[in-house]
């Protein structure tokens, strides 16, 4: 079952893009960065754009921006195969100078207590009856090609490149499973490169029945105050 904020879609100017957490401390042509995803963030931070993907057959073409959920998965709907990758991109990243050094950069992703979209929450943990199925690890990598958050699909999704690309751990319980990655070279890249594109999330095997959820831009979370500057 998917489910999308079709209530914001109807109401925001641009519905795609959603308060988003960039806080930077700058120094000497240096920069630590602190990326987050969700609802509730900091002001002045900028904003985030993100959409889902999925190659069910008849999902293909489909649109899924705004989705509550931000997950990556392999699945069964009604008993027809599916993968789902999700795109995200920091716009507060433009603003970041090239030839600026990144020290550091963390990005938190904030598990949550229930899905509508993907009920069974995360796959793997102690006692899943989906064990069996394998460990649901995944990737996040440097996406090299353009994309609009409100038409992306699976069929038009962009490249993207391995070179850095970070791990997420596989899932230690079926909810409130977070974690915060190290993605001060994916950053830098974005920087050098020059071209902001933003993020993927997948999974690192694409095969049913594995599922990671956390926290997507629809719903509330809460951070703790960072010092420095926000882009």
Same mark, same amino acid.
């Given at each position: 079952m998917? /489910?999308?904020?079709?209530? &914001?879609? *109807?109401t *925001?100017?641009?519905?795609?893009?959603h308060?988003? *957490?960039?806080?930077?401390?700058?120094?000497?042509?240096?920069?630590?960065i602190?990326l987050g995803?969700?609802?509730?963030?900091?002001?002045?931070?900028?904003t985030? &754009? &993100?959409a889902a993907?999925?190659?069910?057959?008849d999902?293909?073409?489909?649109?899924?921006?705004?989705?509550?959920?931000?997950?990556?998965?392999?699945?069964?709907?009604?008993?027809?195969?599916?993968t789902?990758r999700?795109f995200?991109?920091?716009?507060?990243?433009?603003t970041?100078p090239?030839?600026?050094t990144?020290v550091?950069?963390?990005?938190?992703?904030?598990?949550?207590t229930?899905s509508? *979209?993907?009920?069974q929450?995360?796959?793997?943990?102690?006692?899943?009856?989906?064990n069996s199925?394998?460990?649901n690890?995944?990737?996040?990598?440097r996406v090299?090609?353009?994309w609009?958050?409100?038409?992306?699909?699976?069929?038009?999704?962009?490249?993207?490149?391995?070179?850095?690309?970070?791990?997420?751990?596989?899932?230690?319980?079926?909810?409130?499973?977070?974690?915060?990655?190290?993605? /001060?070279?994916?950053?830098q890249d974005?920087?050098?490169?020059?071209?902001n594109?933003?993020?993927?999330m997948?999974?690192?095997?694409?095969?049913?029945?594995?599922?990671?959820?956390f926290?997507?831009?629809?719903h509330?979370?809460?951070?703790?105050s960072?010092?420095g500057d926000?882009l």
């Amino acid at each position: 079952m998917m /489910t999308s904020c079709r209530k &914001d879609l *109807a109401t *925001a100017t641009d519905p795609q893009r959603h308060p988003q *957490a960039l806080n930077a401390d700058t120094k000497g042509g240096q920069k630590t960065i602190t990326l987050g995803i969700g609802d509730g963030l900091q002001r002045g931070a900028g904003t985030q &754009d &993100d959409a889902a993907v999925y190659n069910k057959p008849d999902w293909v073409n489909v649109n899924f921006s705004s989705s509550i959920d931000f997950l990556a998965l392999s699945w069964t709907f009604q008993g027809t195969p599916g993968t789902g990758r999700q795109f995200f991109r920091f716009n507060g990243l433009n603003t970041i100078p090239a030839g600026t050094t990144i020290v550091s950069a963390t990005l938190t992703l904030t598990g949550v207590t229930s899905s509508a *979209a993907a009920p069974q929450g995360n796959s793997y943990y102690p006692g899943s009856p989906y064990n069996s199925y394998g460990t649901n690890p995944a990737w996040i990598k440097r996406v090299t090609g353009p994309w609009k958050a409100s038409t992306i699909t699976w069929n038009n999704q962009p490249t993207t490149t391995t070179t850095n690309a970070v791990a997420v751990p596989a899932s230690t319980s079926q909810w409130n499973y977070s974690v915060t990655l190290n993605v /001060t070279a994916l950053v830098q890249d974005i920087i050098n490169s020059g071209q902001n594109n933003g993020f993927s999330m997948q999974l690192q095997t694409e095969a049913y029945y594995r599922s990671l959820i956390f926290t997507g831009p629809c719903h509330q979370c809460q951070r703790s105050s960072e010092t420095g500057d926000h882009l």
